[in-house]
């Protein structure tokens, strides 16, 4: 089976007990009455959606995100499973994610979630700082991480992520040190860093504006970030994403990589996102209107799924620089110049001479051999001025 014929699934699972202080996710919290609707929905929409994806797609990824997945039962997540795998063909390697709040993970929920095939772990720790826990409003302690761990492990988890937070108000070099140290020593397979953004109108950012806490230090999160490369390389990551590291090749997350190799996927639930065949498109918002949507009928048959609206046809034009501007966040393979000139039918060189000239002569980015073949990626300086990077890329 050809890589391009491998596809993702993204189940968004738009549920909260409280909302974090500085979360502006697409979740809601006292919505818990909708679930039981909400993943019946989910079913029918994966459904109504594989008549029109063409047969040839084997999924190689699940990855249930949110919101926080884990405040629906088990059996509701084994239900959305069967719903996929009754109509599409699974790769025997799946890999099958869910995130997890370490706040309501009990041993036995994680038993069951190996027991349906969930293969891949990932906590949002954020911070092992009681300080920072209460700046980002977060309802778990790092004693629930450190449970959470240990309980995923006893269940038979091996490929456990676990997600950072840096740049937090009043944090400092010294106490996010620690955190790093603290999530090492929960012998991680993975991790994913995130600096703060404070998005408007969240509660912290209304703290902030009212000077009841203090802006994020842009200057010391960059240092944080510096620190969290030099650190894990030394603890034995290697960084192959901008924000993620992996202890080895095979515990990188293949669901992100396809996003990243701008391959197709296909989002079910509230807000999700797609790509499939040279179209983009997201699902009805919230809740409510995202059940309404799957129980209309007939659907808009300008649509693959009932709940897609905001249609978009990618020109080659859309998807070279799409491509380009993910592909360049793999700080370890980049853009291969032979899948670029196999997938467009035109080479690197000949599409962004100039852009890779500057760039080169900038030193933020280079040319490396990888097995055998040329790979244009960041260097390590890049790595610190990805953005300045990613915009040479935007055609108009
Ligand atoms: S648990 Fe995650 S999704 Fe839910 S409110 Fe907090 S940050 Fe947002």
Redesign the pocket.
């Known amino acids: 089976m050809q890589s391009g014929n491998l596809l993702s699934v993204y189940i968004h699972i738009p549920f909260?007990r409280t909302?974090?202080g500085y979360?502006d996710?697409n979740?809601y919290a006292g919505y818990d009455h909708l679930k039981e609707s909400y993943v019946k929905a989910v079913v029918e929409e994966i459904s109504r959606t594989s008549r029109k994806i063409d047969n040839d797609y084997l999924v190689h990824t699940i990855y249930f995100g949110?919101?926080?997945p884990n405040l629906l039962s088990s059996n509701q997540i084994e239900e959305i499973i069967k719903g996929i795998r009754d109509k599409y063909i699974f790769s025997s390697q799946i890999e099958l994610s869910t995130e997890a709040?370490p706040s309501c993970l009990p041993g036995d929920y994680l038993n069951a979630l190996r027991d349906i095939g969930i293969n891949r772990l990932s906590l949002?720790m954020q911070s092992a700082s009681a300080k920072d826990l209460e700046i980002l409003g977060?309802s778990h302690t790092f004693k629930d991480v450190e449970i959470s761990v240990e309980n995923a492990r006893k269940a038979g988890f091996t490929n456990i992520n676990l997600d950072l937070i840096f740049g937090i108000p009043y944090q400092t070099l010294l106490s996010f040190e620690d955190t790093l140290k603290s999530a090492i020593n929960l012998s991680p397979s993975h991790l994913s860093l995130y600096a703060l953004s404070v998005e408007d109108s969240t509660p912290l950012a209304i703290q902030i504006a009212e000077k009841v806490v203090p802006e994020s230090d842009e200057d010391l999160a960059a240092d944080m970030y510096i620190l969290a490369m030099e650190f894990l390389e030394k603890h034995g990551f290697s960084q192959y994403e901008i924000s993620n590291w992996s202890l080895d090749q095979k515990s990188q997350c293949l669901h992100n990589l396809q996003y990243w190799r701008n391959l197709d996927y296909l989002g079910f639930g509230a807000g999700a996102h797609s790509l499939y065949r040279q179209t983009r498109w997201e699902n009805r918002k919230t809740i409510t209107d995202y059940i309404d949507s799957i129980s209309q009928s007939p659907q808009n048959e300008d649509y693959i799924s009932p709940a897609g609206i905001n249609l978009i046809s990618l020109t080659n034009t859309d998807e070279m620089s799409e491509t380009m501007m993910m592909g360049m966040r793999l700080t370890e393979e980049g853009i291969s110049a032979e899948n670029f000139l196999k997938r467009f039918g035109v080479s690197l060189d000949e599409v962004y001479s100039k852009e890779i000239t500057k760039l080169l002569h900038q030193v933020l980015v280079e040319w490396v051999m990888v097995e055998g073949h040329s790979h244009l990626r960041l260097t390590k300086k890049g790595r610190l001025l990805g953005n300045q990077v990613f915009m040479q890329f935007i055609r108009d």
């Open positions: 909260c909302r974090c979360c996710f979740t949110g919101g926080t709040n949002g977060r």
